[in-house]
C-alpha cells in the first residue's frame, strides 16, 4: 500500500468506528454510563473547590506556631532567606520557593499565600529551623497524648524537644 492508499484506508475505518459509536450511544445502558461519566466529573470538580475552600477556612482559622521550615543562602548576594511553616496546619511559606513542580496540597498552599499577600502568615514565632513534616508529628503526638496542652506549652516542649536533639547530634560528632 502507499501513503495514499493507506491514508484511505484509515479514513474508511475511522468512519466505520465513529458509526458504530454514534449507534452504540442510542443504547439507553451506554447512555447511563454516559450520564454517569459526566456526573463523576462535575462531582470530582466540586470536590476540589470545596476541599479547597476547606483547607482555606482551616488556614484562615489556625493561630499559626510558626517555625523555620526552610533557610537558604543565596551566595550571589550573601543575603539568607527564611521560610515559615505552621506545625498545627501545615501551612508552609517555602512552597513559595520550591524548585520543582507543586503538589495537589502544596499548590493550594502555594495560591492562598498568594491570595493573602506574601509573608502573611502570623502566629507565634518560634526560632527554632526544623523539618515542618517532623514537626507537624511532633505537634499531633504530644496533642494526642497531652489534648489540654496550649500553645505556649507546646513551643516550650519543642524548644526542649529540639535542644535535646541538638544536644544528641553534637554527642554523635565527637
Ligand atoms: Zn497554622
Redesign the pocket.
Not at 62 to 65: G, L, M, Q, S
Not at 86 to 91: A, E, I, M, R, S
Given at each position: 500500500m502507499n501513503s495514499m492508499e493507506k491514508y484511505n484506508k484509515l479514513l474508511s475505518d475511522l468512519k466505520d468506528i465513529e458509526l458504530e459509536k454514534s449507534t452504540l450511544e442510542e443504547n439507553e445502558i451506554v447512555k447511563r454510563y454516559l450520564q454517569l461519566k459526566n456526573n463523576i466529573t462535575k462531582l470530582q470538580n466540586k470536590k476540589v473547590k470545596i476541599y479547597k475552600e476547606m483547607k482555606y477556612q482551616e488556614?484562615d482559622k489556625?493561630?499559626?506556631?510558626l517555625i523555620y521550615s526552610k533557610i537558604e543562602n543565596d551566595p550571589h548576594e550573601s543575603r539568607k532567606y527564611s521560610y515559615r511553616g505552621?506545625?498545627?496546619?501545615?501551612?508552609d511559606e517555602s512552597v513559595l520557593d520550591a524548585d520543582y513542580t507543586l503538589s495537589f496540597d502544596e499548590q493550594i498552599k502555594y495560591d492562598y499565600l498568594i491570595s493573602k499577600g506574601i509573608r502573611y502568615m502570623r502566629?507565634i514565632k518560634v526560632e527554632v529551623v526544623n523539618n515542618l513534616d517532623e514537626a507537624q508529628k511532633y505537634y499531633q503526638l504530644l496533642k494526642t497524648n497531652n489534648p489540654d496542652i496550649n500553645d505556649e506549652e507546646f513551643v516550650r516542649y519543642f524548644e526542649a524537644y529540639i535542644n535535646e536533639k541538638s544536644q544528641r547530634g553534637k554527642v554523635k560528632e565527637k
Open positions: 488556614y489556625c493561630n499559626h506556631i505552621c506545625v498545627k496546619c501545615g501551612l502566629g
